[in-house]
């Protein structure tokens, strides 16, 4: 039973990674950017929540309705404004932008909302849980979960059956060659980052009811993102919802046998699909 | 280009003035007609332990003030100049940024609190460098186990001051004997400094819970920011914990505590060591904030005055609250009396030009400070010396949370200011 509970738990847990990896490899795929400052975009979309479900007094999921155009239109302007000025054959100069962007961010939230751990207000929902038997899921994570497959799949059908998701596939092919047909490059990657950074957004609003954040958990979250795009295999968006449940899973069982090992495990496992399979478990990209 | 091609005249000139430089400047020193004495102090005002130096520029501006006419020593007046740096919680750069102090700034006294993470490294440089160094806010078995200390030995420049594992434990322990609660508790501690010091076998909390006839449950050590806690709460489940007790910083313990809930699993007592210290933390959880214990190293409640300013604790935590209208919090006391114990040491060293007399004058240190006595001839190893600790719980009070002092059995001069509730 003990062990059903960890897979299970270990599942939601990997929910929350999928939709911390999501923007991640949605910008990767298309633009080849490694954005450093992910994971404090994401605690960035968590202070909002807050500023904003404070401010005008509402649930933070509701919240979410403003939060998610904010950081959509912020990923544009951050694309079109910064990260553009640094995309080219090398890819060091938009690591490095980024990773300055990550120390900004860090610090400018420090200076406004202080260090005080803070925490979105969502109330019973917080608490709430379905009993299945000897398994009790809380509604949160069983919310989280489903949102994190809603998003994946909107994303996915977004790629494949829209003309913005071919932009975006024939930018991700050949820049050059899209750019000849009348696609403007830096719009399209200004597009993604906005998709990415709205994806983003529901992600940070979800780790401030999860859990309490302050300005500098950011680096510690990014590190699960990086590996469920890996272990799912570079530009595949479903891989990503795999890698994150395979991480979560992992981590559980790790847990299940000894708490010390529960990060552990899952670096372990993902290194040893990375040994395995270095290109992940289903790359869509060479 | 024209630097790049200096005429002989400019090098020789260059040089001449570098060579004189040191010389020159030495020797302002010896004529000043005030001397001056400049203070180290190192802190983590930036980065996940902020909370712990959120009070740092109320501290240090009254304490400046009070420095402001200088300090008299064997009849001679000092000026105070107190250099402060922020180490950014990172023990890394609180190495690095003392060792600036005592290299490039040449302080003569360095001061350090918050937490392992600061005070060891800070006090590690200083041990090395021969700087005497006074620190706090961090129990005394990770500062001195920690640094590799040897009971017999001790170290000779650094000294330290607050309580250690075995007043937390007797607190803890005290406050829950009065509940009559079932005695099955578990126990939550990170693979860090302070949790692996509380956990461990024999110095930590499972000895002497299980001789006061408590059994402990330790699932082991989590990896600090974890994201899930649901094996731990199987664990504690099955065991039947009534208690929950351990070390934790507060994203932890927010997610722990929402896991909790959502898998019905509630506990009679919560008592968790450096989350809950923090007033801001508690009103983050909201409702589920209420009842919740932990350690009470100094209040507003305490009987103590500062010995600088005669202010009482109550009147240093409101004039907090007056100054920037945020809720008191436990560091404020022990920051005023770092500078405290510094002002005394200053007054009363034989020779404030020769560090071993300071180190001489720390060690025979005897005051009445805001957190307690601070007396080194007294501690339970040389170099450290403990101060009172209670034990107290978060009640809701209107709208805001108050922390109640609810046991003191060893510190009777530490008034109870209400009556543990059960969860």
Partial sequence: MDWINAIVQGTLLGGLYALFAAGLSLIFGVMRLVNIAHGDLIVLAAYLGLSVSTVLGIHPLVALALVVP??????????????????????????????????????????????DPQKLQAGAIETASLQLGSLALGYLPLLMFACSVAIIAGLQWMFYRTALGRAFRATSDRQDVAQLMGLNRAHVFGLAMALALAVTAVAGVFLGIRTSFDPSIGGGRLIFGFEAVIIGGLGNIWGTLAGGVVLGISQSIGAEINPGWQVLAGHVVFLAIIALRPRGLFPRMD | MKYLNPSRRHFMTGTAAMLAAPAILRATRAYAQTPVLRVGHVSPRTGPLAGFAEADDYVLQAISERFAGGIQNNGKTWAVEIISKDSQSNPNRAAEVAADLILRDEVDIIVAASTPDTVNPVSDQAEINEVPCVTTDCPWQPYFFGRGGNPAQGFTNTYHFFWGLEDVIGAFLDMWGQTGVAKIAGGLFPNDADGNAWGDAENGLPKPLAAAGYSLTDPGRYQPLSDDFSNQIAAFKAAGCEIVTGNMIPPDFATFWAQAAQQGFTPKIVTIGKALLFPSVIESLGERGNGLSSEVWWSPNHPFASSLTGASSRELAEGYTAATGRPWTQPIGFKHALFEVVADVIARAQDLEDSGAIVEAIAATSLATIVGPVDWSVGPVKNVTKTPLVAG???????????????????????????????
């Fill in chain 1, 70 to 115: 904010i950081m959509a239109a912020l990923g544009y302007g951050l694309q079109r404004g910064i990260l553009n000025r640094t995309l080219g054959d090398d890819l060091l100069p938009p690591l490095l932008v980024t990773f300055g962007l990550s120390v900004i961010l860090q610090n400018g939230l420090l200076e406004i909302y202080s260090a």
């Fill in chain 2, 393 to 423: 719980q978060w009640q809701r009070e209107g709208d805001k949370f108050d922390l109640k002092i609810v046991a003191n059995t060893a510190q009777p001069s530490i008034p109870l200011t209400g009556t543990m509730q059960l969860l």
